[in-house]
Antibody
């Protein structure tokens, strides 16, 4: 079964750092394009970042320079390192497999940035 | 950035009736458009890609149409499990990716 499971969310103070993980099963992360998409409370969906199978990475302007997407091929896991967190980064973060559109989604992990 | 605008924001329809949701792009995205369904507390689920191709396991009552800047998601006979929020997403430009979503249409029971 194709599945994604995110972990690592929680409550963090403004300016802090957090690393999200997304463990994949049923397919190989390194052979696919993988993304992070977030959803602020009561709001819509916002694409955050993508890593291509070749290793190229891209970010939304709102997180560029603060967030880093990466993967560990041996663990078949995707990561999102989030630094210099702001209140506006508060959201549920989903990892998703990207076939240009997003065909597989994890259940999401909530990140709350607050003092 | 391509802006996606969905209408209406909320649509009230009775079970068994037909629902029509609209999505407009600020510039042409060809047929590079997807639709997702999201229920409370759940992740989005892919319904339609390529503007009109149903994803695996999606019932035939869901259909998508359109190209360029105007798109429609139609649910032919609403079932209780269809009441949810629906998002469109364009994926026309890449690389680099410029995926953008509409703001969503909430489909509620009338």
């Amino acid at each position: 079964e194709v599945q994604l499971v995110e972990t690592g969310g929680g409550l963090i103070q403004p300016g802090g750092s957090l690393r999200l993980s997304c463990a994949a099963s049923g397919f190989t992360v390194s052979s696919n394009y993988m993304s992070w998409v977030r959803q602020a409370p009561g709001k819509g969906l916002e694409w955050v970042s993508v890593i291509y199978s070749g290793g190229s990475t891209y970010y939304a302007d709102s997180v560029k320079g603060r967030f880093t997407i990466s993967r560990d091929n041996s663990k078949n896991t995707l990561y999102l390192q989030m630094n210099s967190l702001r209140a506006e980064d508060t959201a549920v973060y989903y990892c998703a497999r990207k076939l240009r559109y997003f065909d597989v989604w994890g259940q999401g992990t909530l990140v709350t940035v607050s003092s | 950035e391509i802006v996606m605008t969905q209408s209406p924001a909320t649509l009230s329809v009775s079970p068994g009736e037909r629902a029509t949701l609209s999505c407009r792009a600020s510039q042409s995205v060809s047929s590079n458009l997807a639709w997702y369904q999201q229920k409370p507390g759940q992740a989005p689920r892919l319904l339609i890609y390529g503007a009109s191709t149903r994803a695996t396991g999606i019932p035939a009552r869901f259909s998508g149409s359109g190209s360029g800047t105007e798109f429609t998601l139609t649910i032919s006979s609403l079932q209780s499990e269809d009441f949810a929020v629906y998002y469109c997403q364009q994926y026309n430009n890449w690389p680099p990716p410029e995926d953008t979503f509409g703001q969503g249409t909430k489909l509620e029971i009338k």
